[in-house]
């Protein structure tokens, strides 16, 4: 009897498994959130930290289009294999392929029938008013195409010149491309853009080329562009576009590697698949629109960090030398100003298995570029926005236990980005006044200054933790440089001189950035930068406002001063009061209601934002995406809890944002959220239990989730 309850018993959970495994979770992504307005999102298949991105391009330059894509566009200029998610400057957009049928005086742009525009993870299709039906999907390093046309009689533009574009009208500095025999072309282009790099491709095609007409270049242009012919047996062209950092021998054997067959249904279904292993790692109940925020979010968070490492291993580092990057992993797309805040305190829950590898990558890109990476793109540093911000993801990966990186060298590049004068650095003018000078500095003086202090105090506790005592105390005291920005008489963090004199006139409403300098704030104003200490000194903060109370004050202030004629490309975007959504410096300062008086005006905000900015409609992301931040900010505020300091492990509670999560580990371990009445009106925490153990603290550890167990929580209205 025992024998036959334990199969029976067995057998449940076998199929429960099953049934558990066989859910598609791809079908809550929907990847046209973001494509209209300011997400800068795309609807074109990648593979979680994959090298391509194959997918439309509706033009080729302009803010709008730094994904290359916008949903209300009407025109499809090509198909190109590379792009970024949600980034506010344009880099990429590599071997463009357009499909025709009539050349018409060598414009190739063509209207489409938006009706027909279908994706979902690992795929993307449209028709195009000239018929042709196109079909994308990808691997890691290999983009495939099928084009299904109305005759056999059928052509193909290749573009090697085009590229999206940031401010050049040249792109490409010099190219070399060979048709290597009747299926077969491969190259390399060396551009500079965004940054100044190098891409290896070889294109196959699975029917023979008839013909190939060279275009004339045009002035500054320096890649080929080929109108190809073909004679189709079936209506139907595929072709395959393998990329490299490192060779066209490198794209060879990723395409033999990856992709060595024609099978266009099969790729699509791997990837869906591989899809569904990282979009399954959490699991919510809530109603279906909710479930499609929140898994496009998964899906976006995903895109990147691209490995650019060949199958083999081989790179192409930050000082162009070839080298071969361990267990195949070497990062780019780093936007680190953005994603050491919410994307990467996530990646160590959800892809704990990837932390290592983008350590490596950091310690690395230091030793070959001489400092730790501010912005790379391809490997290499574009030295976008300010800070050293690889600095809190390393003590971020070490306090949380990762150990597949040299710590000790981690510090030593940690501290050599942090005394030795570089791009975006200048330490000896830092060191002398305690603050950056306008009249010194002439850009986003007061940022620089507080954007150094996280770093600095990232730098300080690691040292700390190594017994380097000596160099702790010296980061420290840096740390606190903060308050040497601090004017009593306005509250606020404000720009100083060389004297020590107040910048004037002042107002702490007014956002500046590198666009409209003199300013002493990067794409934000005083208010929104006077938190960023509190993401490491909350004490120190309330001491410098003169108590609880005050700093209580201060946030009721900063959710309620409105700002007139908010300038969404100064960062004042997505706002409540002063708090702009839209832009990275404000995403941690509703939890610092945590440590107020009134915590639950905390997750009053955390819900407002989640209900107002995010939405599961083309416009339904309020900002740029910014390589996943945005998208994780969402994340971690659904479950409950976010980071706020990149140089501790602890998860400042907030309030869940659904009825149930469930977060699943490698290790078969689960952490479970649990919000207890939770419903539309009851959004207010009224108690916590870790492990049905009272929380009396405003957060949980990483050691506490990755453990596994329960946080329930018991919801209230107001």
Same mark, same amino acid.
């Given at each position: 009897m025992k024998t036959k309850l334990f199969l029976c018993v067995l057998l449940l959970l076998i199929s429960q498994l099953v049934i558990a495994q066989k859910t598609d979770y791809t079908k809550y992504v929907n990847t046209f959130i973001g494509t209209d307005g300011t997400g800068h999102t795309f609807p074109g298949p990648c593979l979680p930290f994959g090298l391509v991105q194959p997918g439309p391009d509706n033009r080729d330059m302009g803010w709008d289009y730094t994904s290359g894509y916008q949903y209300k566009d009407s025109i499809i200029i090509?198909?190109?294999?590379?792009?970024?998610?949600?980034?506010?400057?344009?880099?990429?957009?590599?071997?463009?392929?357009?499909?025709?049928?009539?050349?018409?005086?060598?414009?190739?742009?063509?209207?489409?029938?938006k009706t027909t525009e279908k994706s979902f993870p690992g795929y993307y299709t449209v028709t195009l008013s000239n018929k042709i039906k196109v079909e994308l999907t990808c691997t890691e390093r290999v983009a495939f195409h099928q084009y299904t046309y109305p005759t056999d009689q059928s052509k193909l533009l290749v573009d090697l010149q085009h590229g999206l574009c940031f401010l050049t009208d040249s792109l490409v500095l010099e190219s070399d491309v060979k048709i290597e025999d009747n299926k077969t072309i491969s190259g390399y282009c060396h551009t500079k853009n965004w940054v100044d790099r190098k891409y290896f491709f070889v294109i196959e095609f699975n029917q023979p080329i008839v013909s190939s007409i060279l275009l004339k270049k045009q002035s500054k242009e320096n890649a080929s562009r080929y109108v190809?012919?073909?004679?189709?047996?079936?209506?139907?062209?595929?072709?395959?576009?393998?990329?490299?950092?490192?060779?066209?021998?490198?794209?060879?054997?990723?395409?033999?590697?990856?992709?060595?067959?024609?099978?266009?249904?099969?790729?699509?279904?791997?990837?869906?698949?591989?899809?569904?292993?990282y979009l399954s790692r959490i699991e919510i109940e809530a109603p279906q629109k909710q479930k499609e925020i929140f898994y496009t979010c998964m899906y976006r968070l995903f895109i990147q960090p691209t490995n650019i490492a060949d199958i083999d291993g081989k790179y192409r580092g930050a000082d162009d030398a070839i080298r071969v990057a361990e267990n195949k992993e070497y990062y780019s797309t780093l936007s680190l100003w953005d994603t050491y805040r919410a994307a990467h305190p996530l990646y160590t829950i959800i892809a704990a298995e990837k932390v290592n590898g983008f350590i490596r990558t950091l310690i690395a890109h230091s030793k070959a570029a001489g400092f730790l990476p501010i912005w790379t793109a391809w490997g290499k540093d574009n030295y976008c926005m300010i800070g050293n911000h690889a600095i809190p993801v390393i003590i971020d990966a070490y306090n949380k236990g990762f150990s597949g990186f040299d710590v000790n060298e981690a510090l030593h590049e940690m501290i050599k980005t942090t005394s030795q004068n570089h791009f975006n650095s200048n330490w000896k003018l830092l060191n002398q006044y305690g603050y950056y000078p306008y009249d010194s500095l002439d850009n986003e003086s007061v940022s620089r200054t507080l954007e150094h202090g996280v770093d600095d105090y990232c730098v300080a506790t690691m040292a700390k933790k190594l017994g380097k005592k000596e160099i702790a105390e010296t980061y420290f005291k840096r740390a606190f440089y903060y308050k040497n920005v601090y004017d009593p008489s306005t509250k606020q963090m404000r720009g100083k001189d060389s004297k020590g004199n107040w910048r004037k006139p002042f107002n702490p409403l007014t956002a500046t950035s590198p666009m409209n300098n003199p300013g002493d704030y990067t794409e934000a104003n005083a208010w929104q930068y006077f938190w @960023? /200490?509190?993401?490491?000194?909350?004490? #120190?903060?309330?001491?410098?406002? $003169?108590?609880?109370?005050?700093?209580?004050?201060?946030?009721?202030?900063?959710?309620?001063?409105? @700002? /007139?004629?908010?300038?969404?490309?100064? #960062?004042?975007?997505?706002?409540? $009061?002063?708090?702009?959504?839209?832009?990275?410096?404000?995403?941690?300062?509703?939890?610092?209601?945590?440590?107020?008086?009134?915590?639950?005006? #905390?997750?009053?905000?955390?819900h407002q934002i989640i209900n107002e900015f995010y939405n599961n409609t083309p416009d339904g992301m309020i900002g740029n995406d910014d390589c996943g931040q945005m998208s994780a900010w969402y994340i971690l505020s659904t479950l409950g809890f976010y980071q706020v300091n990149p140089a501790n492990d602890e998860f400042v509670l907030g309030a869940p944002q659904v009825k149930k999560a469930i977060i699943h580990f490698n290790n078969g371990k689960e952490f479970i959220v649990d919000a207890e009445n939770f419903s539309a009106q009851n959004i207010y925490v009224n108690e916590s239990f870790l492990n049905d153990h009272k929380l009396n603290k405003p957060f949980i550890t990483y050691k506490e989730i990755m453990?596994?167990?329960?946080l329930k929580t018991k919801m209230s209205a107001p």
């Open positions: 090509g198909f190109s294999q590379t792009r970024a998610n949600g980034t506010g400057i344009s880099e990429f957009g590599d071997v463009l392929l357009q499909p025709f049928t009539e050349n018409n005086n060598n414009k190739f742009s063509v209207t489409y029938l190809l012919n073909f004679n189709l047996k079936n209506k139907i062209l595929q072709t395959k576009i393998a990329l490299s950092t490192v060779s066209v021998a490198g794209a060879k054997l990723n395409l033999q590697k990856e992709l060595p067959g024609w099978d266009f249904t099969r790729t699509v279904n791997h990837a869906k698949n591989i899809w569904n292993n @960023t /200490p509190a993401q490491y000194d909350v004490e #120190g903060m309330m001491k410098l406002l $003169g108590g609880k109370k005050n700093f209580t004050a201060q946030l009721d202030s900063f959710f309620t001063f409105q @700002t /007139p004629d908010p300038n969404k490309y100064l #960062g004042q975007e997505a706002m409540i $009061g002063q708090y702009a959504h839209g832009n990275e410096p404000s995403h941690h300062i509703a939890y610092l209601y945590a440590y107020s008086d009134t915590p639950k005006k #905390g997750q009053k905000y955390i453990n596994g167990g329960q």
